[in-house]
């Protein structure tokens, strides 16, 4: 069990360096701290009874769970009759006993972690999850080598942030308060969409900048000294009521009119005819390595591919600037409750335009009244893109479409955060892995279909929790295992004629439904999924 201290006296570094001074013991400001996180969903224990905490959202409710430490992994099963492993319906009826869900999952070398999921070669975490190589992670979701994350989401090589949200990624960021999408950034605060700059209040669309505040340029002698007095009053704020005005309370604020002369701008790397045209490619011979039939025109697949791809809401919504429909992902990054402030290619003229001198202000309310004319926000970016259809946060991405977070990744389509990977297909977190269809929230794995949580595996079908599998049907909770159905191991001859037969029921399906009966997360019934939403 990990102590107050271990993360109080981080906490107080932290609010040290962001706001010069501390601001109070850490157990002040939980639900503070907890609002922006992604929470993870919590079920109990079908042996214990004890909380287990699980990453993704669309698990049943009538689901069998397991701690990850509740595990028999030298548990044994009989092999199936040929009866019981003829077709999809009968083989899901026969191992039944056999699907149950893990979480508390912690992988890699770790110490120091509770009430979390799916965590990878990290010290020091608490209440979170999806977090890897990083240390001292609190309240916060979605973490890749980052280290003192105080309810933050979606970070990446990124240090010393409270309650921020996507920041860092392929640049790193650092000593970030309050601000969203910032990458090659340092010392921001209540900003958004930056990128390469550094010392910034309330300053919107900017790329390499410093000494701004509502984005007007100071020299550092005038930025020092309104800086100081903005910091001073935010510690006060903080330490007097245990919370400050947030990013999102300062977008949903009144917008005075604004009158840009728009023109239309091409973003770089946006070409979503080819991004078509090459996924299409990649996803025909996708599916005729996975599914052994080349299925054609991938939007007719669309809805089933994503159907379990946790965050995945692309909607579009009138840019309130251009008067022209934006890309927007309102369900994530706390953007459900703000409307008419998303904006798309038209940040570069945005970009433009700063407060006047009179309206920069060392009072902290002034200023939030004063910058919330400018307060707009863009799910718009992407860097050394190619080939791209719906650019929401994609970097050094080839033939993406309409992905979120596509980052160094080379042919996907419907999916949320694939990276380094190629021809990925309705996946959650795919990372380091290559020809994937449904597959979630897993690394270094190839030829997959309708996965969830596996790692060093190949050539698995219906898998849960795997690691070391290769060629593998309907295996939850092994390791090191091949031709194995169910969990145990076949004849080569045996385990491919199985496959074969499998692959044409479901090729058959998907053609003539572009959808399945079953997937990795409803396997118990095969009926449409009852989403759980047991937060904390």
Not at 304 to 326: A, G, H, K, T
């Amino acid at each position: 069990m990990l102590s107050e201290f271990d993360f109080d006296s981080k906490f107080r570094q932290t609010c040290r360096i962001l706001f010069g001074d501390e601001i109070g013991p850490l157990t002040n400001f939980i639900p503070y701290l907890t609002e922006y996180m992604q929470k993870p969903n919590i079920f109990k224990s079908y042996i214990s009874n004890n909380d287990v905490y699980v990453s993704g959202q669309h698990y049943m409710s009538s689901a069998k769970f397991l701690a990850f430490d509740e595990l028999d992994w030298k548990r044994k099963f009989p092999p199936l009759s040929i009866n019981e492993i003829k077709d999809i319906d009968s083989i899901a009826n026969a191992l039944y006993e056999r699907f149950i869900y893990t979480g508390n999952i912690v992988l890699g070398t770790c110490k120091n972690i509770e009430r979390s999921s799916n965590i990878i070669d990290s010290f020091f975490v608490s209440d979170s999850n999806m977090v890897s190589k990083s240390e001292y992670v609190l309240r916060s979701s979605f973490i890749r080598n980052s280290k003192y994350m105080f309810g933050t989401h979606d970070s990446g090589n990124a240090s010393f942030a409270i309650r921020a949200r996507c920041i860092g990624g392929p640049k790193s960021a650092m000593r970030l308060f309050e601000s969203f999408l910032i990458t090659g950034s340092s010392d921001i605060f209540y900003s958004s969409n930056l990128d390469g700059c550094q010392k910034c209040w309330f300053s919107f669309f900017q790329r390499g900048k410093k000494y701004l505040i509502g984005n007007f340029e100071l020299t550092p002698i005038e930025y020092s000294k309104i800086e100081s007095q903005l910091r001073e009053q935010l510690r006060s704020e903080l330490s007097n009521k245990k919370r400050a005005p947030g990013l999102f309370d300062l977008l949903k604020m009144k917008k005075s009119s604004m009158v840009l002369s728009t023109k239309p701008l091409i973003n770089d790397g946006c070409d979503p005819k080819r991004a078509k045209e090459e996924v299409e490619k990649a996803w025909r011979s996708t599916s005729s390595i996975l599914v052994g039939k080349e299925l054609s025109d991938i939007d007719k697949y669309g809805k089933w591919l994503s159907s379990n791809v946790d965050f995945y809401d692309i909607s579009m919504e009138r840019s309130p600037i251009s008067n022209e429909d934006v890309y927007v992902i309102k369900k994530y990054w706390m953007l459900e409750n703000i409307s008419k402030v998303f904006i798309g290619m038209e940040k570069e003229q945005l970009a433009l335009v700063s407060l006047p001198r009179n309206e920069i202000s060392s009072n902290l309310s002034e200023m939030i009244e004063n910058a919330s004319c400018i307060a707009y926000i863009s799910c718009y970016y992407s860097e050394k893109c190619t080939n791209l259809d719906a650019p929401i946060v994609s970097a050094n991405a080839i033939n993406a479409y309409k992905n979120i977070l596509a980052v160094l990744t080379k042919n996907a389509g419907f999916s949320f955060w694939p990276r380094e990977s190629t021809n990925i297909f309705g996946g959650t977190c795919a990372f380091s892995s290559s020809f994937c269809i449904n597959t979630h929230y897993v690394q270094n794995v190839n030829r997959t279909f309708e996965v969830n949580i596996a790692n060093n595996s190949s050539d698995i079908y219906f898998c849960h929790n795997v690691e070391g599998v290769y060629d593998g049907m309907y295996c939850f909770n092994v390791k090191s295992i091949r031709n194995a159905i169910g969990n145990v191991e076949y004849s080569r001859d045996d385990f491919v004629k199985f496959k074969k037969t499998l692959l044409e029921q479901i090729s058959n399906e998907l053609e003539r439904t572009k959808t399945l009966r079953f997937n990795i997360y409803n396997l118990v019934t095969g009926q449409k999924n009852e989403r759980s939403r047991s937060y904390y």
